[in-house]
């Protein structure tokens, strides 16, 4: 399993769409979880406090867990912004199959690049408990991969991801 974290606009969606078709091109049974495809359905029941925060993570690691074991490579793309949470998904799937990639951008620039107008909303009190604003973002301190996205291009940062995974799934 592929963990895509980092705050909102830094890059996770994009870089897990890039990866699951470079992945996919090269034969690979490749799934992609997010918001999208995750918190409209099986937890259409949670918000943002920090205990819903929480709980969205466990969820994604269990539905991660059972995929992985059906065999597929899923790549994962939360803000996910608790450690211990991140730590606790290790421990699900296991830390041989647990890649960690720490989307970093700078909290200014994902606001300038604001993909959906929340930051803005957030900024004018629009929007509570939004990442960076007004709710915490802990950073990975060691990473498996590190990804600085407000310096590579979206290719260099996919070529860096397959340069590190490919050898890990390589009989996947
Ligand atoms: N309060 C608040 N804080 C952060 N994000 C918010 C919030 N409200 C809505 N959104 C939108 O929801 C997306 C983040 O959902 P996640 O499931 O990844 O969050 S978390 O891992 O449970 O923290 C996030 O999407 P991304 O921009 O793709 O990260 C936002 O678009
Ligand atoms: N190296 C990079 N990696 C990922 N996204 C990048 C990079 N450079 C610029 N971007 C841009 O940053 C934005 C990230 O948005 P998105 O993928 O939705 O972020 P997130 O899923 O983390 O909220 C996109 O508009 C993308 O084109």
């Given at each position: ?82 450690q211990r949470d991140r730590n606790k998904v290790r421990e699900i799937i296991g830390e041989d199959n ?75």
């Open positions: 399993m592929v963990w895509f974290t980092g705050l909102s606009g830094a890059g996770k969606s994009t870089l897990a769409a890039g990866l699951e078709k470079a992945l996919f091109e090269r034969g690979f049974k490749v799934y992609h979880l997010d918001g999208d495809n995750i918190r409209n359905g099986l937890n259409k029941n949670l918000g943002f406090s920090e205990e819903d925060r929480t709980e969205n993570i466990r969820r994604v690691g269990e539905v991660g867990a059972l995929m992985t074991d059906a065999g597929l490579i899923v790549l994962s793309a939360f803000i996910s912004p608790f647990f890649i960690e990639v720490f989307v970093d951008c700078p909290l200014n620039i994902c606001e300038q690049r604001d993909v959906k107008g929340l930051y803005r909303k957030a900024r004018r009190g629009e929007l509570k408990n939004f990442t960076g604003i007004d709710s915490p973002y802990e950073s990975p301190e060691q990473p498996d991969i590190h990804i600085f996205s407000d310096r590579e291009s979206i290719d260099e940062s996919i070529e860096k991801l397959l340069t590190s995974i490919l050898p890990k799934i390589s009989g996947s």
